[in-house]
């Protein structure tokens, strides 16, 4: 899913469009070539529409890097300049040691070269799932390490604004806790609630963002309440095939701990996932508050008894990545009235919804 201006809410649905707002200000027309520094080889790490990123490493040190190589062709000025931006961010206003770096930026009359760093642990969800026992003091370190991390961005005036689980990575394969935040396309520098534009991927999207208000740190906080809750339960607390219809529930934060799903897990988690899924942003804890908050003081013995069921992660994961790998892509003119069907939405927040008293068969993301 893409930005767009309040005043003007057409929405870049794809990973595609999100794939051309790589790059960095340090790039020019006039920048020294890619192999004068990095050797590019012919080992695909992924791919999109305007993109594909292949393993390289650098001359030097023989350090191995992540070279992504994005189309020019079809890119505006505006596009660019977004992705420009972008490794401007990661590479000279963020330094920690969970998030995933940006060196370089090179050019050519026909792409774009964006050297990062290389990780091959893959998604952190997937590491999680292979496990035989996950209880809550692990699920409470890692939730602490990304806490850490979120408020380090935040206190860098810095805005994620597409955290879910398919941007946890792990450096490498030997390693469950050298966790990164990665895919900086839609971060964006924030000072206060002064942010317009209409970002994300809507199973994680804060409501302030749908009623297209002005909104900053605190949407961070709704989209990680979101990665708690699968964390925690499994499966996601917003879900709908019907993007209208998901849209209706994330305005009212219709969701619940269904009792088969939750029975295992500790009051004081759900607590701090409430907390996290509240409707109004200054409501909402902030990354230190959370911090805080008293399921992340509890006594580590007893988080280690209580163990959080794999077997609904394992689902959901399978699942997501099924429906990812057949997914059709959303057309920018149906995310238009997308969004203006959640103008409309506003009014009606009011109304009576029936609980449901299970869980719901469906457990897959909309994208």
Avoid at 303 to 308: C, F, I, Q, S
């Amino acid at each position: 899913m893409g930005c767009s201006s309040s005043s003007n809410p057409n929405v870049a649905a794809s990973q595609h469009e999100k794939e051309k707002r790589m790059g960095s200000p340090t790039g020019s027309s006039n920048s020294p070539p890619l192999d004068s520094k990095y050797d590019l080889t012919d080992e695909v790490l992924g791919e999109g529409g305007y993109a594909i990123v292949k393993k390289g490493s650098v001359k030097e040190t023989n350090e191995k890097v992540a070279i992504k190589i994005v189309t020019r062709k079809g890119m505006s000025s505006e596009d660019e300049k977004s992705l420009k931006e972008e490794v401007d961010i990661i590479k000279n206003k963020l330094d920690h040691p969970h998030i995933t770096k940006a060196y370089d930026l090179f050019e050519d009359n026909s792409h774009f070269y964006v050297c990062m760093e290389f990780l091959e642990g893959g998604e952190l969800f997937d590491r999680i799932v292979k496990k035989h026992f996950y209880n809550e003091k692990e699920a409470r370190d890692l939730v602490q390490l990304l806490l850490n991390t979120l408020s380090y961005l935040h206190k860098n005036n810095i805005a994620h604004r597409d955290l879910k689980p398919e941007n946890l990575l792990l450096k490498d394969k030997n390693n469950d806790w050298d966790v990164k935040i990665a895919d900086f396309g839609f971060a964006v520098e924030c000072d206060g609630d002064n942010i317009s534009n209409v970002c994300g991927t809507p199973s994680y999207m804060a409501p302030e963002i749908l009623r297209q208000v002005k909104y900053g740190f605190q949407a961070d906080m709704w989209s990680f309440g979101v990665i708690l809750y699968i964390l925690l339960g499994g499966y996601p607390p917003f879900h709908d095939d019907n993007q209208k219809a998901l849209f209706k529930k994330i305005l009212r934060a219709d969701y619940k701990f269904h009792p088969a799903y939750w029975k295992t897990v500790s009051e004081e988690a759900k607590d701090l996932i409430s907390k996290l899924l509240t409707l109004d942003p200054k409501e909402r804890l902030t990354a230190d508050q959370a911090l805080n908050h008293p399921w992340m003081l509890k006594d580590k013995k007893t988080l280690e008894a209580t163990a959080v069921p794999l077997d609904e992660l394992r689902k959901y994961q399978a699942t997501r990545k099924l429906k990812k790998g057949v997914r059709a892509v959303l057309a920018v003119n149906k995310m238009k009235r997308l969004m203006e069907g959640a103008k409309s939405m506003r009014a009606a927040e009011s109304e009576k919804t029936t609980d449901e008293e299970s869980r719901p068969a469906a457990t897959t993301e909309s994208t």
